[in-house]
T-cell receptor, first 110, second 114 residues
Framework: KQEVTQIPAALSVPEGENLVLNCSFTDSAIYNLQWFRQDPGKGLTSLLLIQSSQREQTSGRLNASLDKSSGRSTLYIAASQPGDSATYLCAVTNFNKFYFGSGTKLNVKP | ETGVTQSPTHLIKTRGQQVTLRCSSQSGHNTVSWYQQALGQGPQFIFQYYREEENGRGNFPPRFSGLQFPNYSSELNVNALELDDSALYLC?????????????FGPGTRLTVL
């Protein structure tokens, strides 16, 4: 059974810092990996989708990488801002099933 | 842009009752997935529907069932509610079967079972 782990569970950084969030998964037979952002009590907003054949995706200050063979993905956030404060979740897709990690709760202090 | 809506926003039920949650997908999205998110946890996949047929299911008992309609709306039904069913229920739509497409999430329905 696929298991997705996110480290750290929580992170607090000063504004302007570059940071890396980690996601690992146990079964490398995935179709894709997706990073989401969730604000308190709200639904999820898709940030980046990486297909299994891709190594990375970029959107603005965000860059996500995927290493299928090692079962790892990272989300890099450049020049963090207080508005980036949220919970970040990664999810993988296996055979029409979806598996989420428990998320990293990010707090960016002004 | 998501365009996915869910109703109701909040719901309170008692143990043993039945509940129906509703989702309206983005126009043109043939696939809808439902998730259960307990407090402080990541979403747990319940099932996915593609063109009105169940297309994948997570580890949830049969008392969790669903329907998808041709007008891009869908329902999640839960029978014989248990206290542990209290959670945020999320639906997500995508263009195809979800293997390669981005999922767009609705804001969720907060279910409390007393």
């Amino acid at each position: 059974k696929q298991e997705v782990t996110q480290i750290p569970a929580a992170l607090s950084v000063p504004e302007g810092e570059n940071l890396v969030l980690n996601c690992s998964f146990t079964d490398s037979a995935i179709y894709n990996l997706q990073w989401f952002r969730q604000d308190p009590g709200k639904g999820l907003t898709s940030l980046l989708l990486i297909q299994s054949s891709q190594r990375e995706q970029t959107s603005g200050r965000l860059n996500a990488s995927l290493d299928k063979s090692s079962g790892r993905s990272t989300l890099y956030i450049a020049a963090s801002q207080p508005g980036d404060s949220a919970t970040y979740l990664c999810a993988v897709t296996n055979f029409n099933k979806f598996y989420f990690g428990s998320g990293t709760k990010l707090n960016v202090k002004p | 842009e998501t365009g996915v809506t869910q109703s109701p926003t909040h719901l309170i039920k008692t143990r043993g009752q039945q509940v129906t949650l509703r989702c309206s997908s983005q126009s043109g999205h043939n696939t809808v997935s439902w998730y259960q998110q307990a407090l402080g946890q990541g979403p747990q996949f319940i099932f996915q529907y593609y063109r009105e047929e169940e297309n994948g299911r997570g580890n949830f008992p049969p008392r969790f069932s669903g329907l998808q309609f041709p007008n891009y709306s869908s329902e999640l039904n839960v029978n014989a509610l248990e206290l542990d069913d209290s959670a945020l229920y999320l639906c997500a739509s995508s263009l195809s079967s979800g293997r390669t497409d981005t999922q767009y999430f609705g804001p969720g329905t907060r279910l409390t079972v007393l």
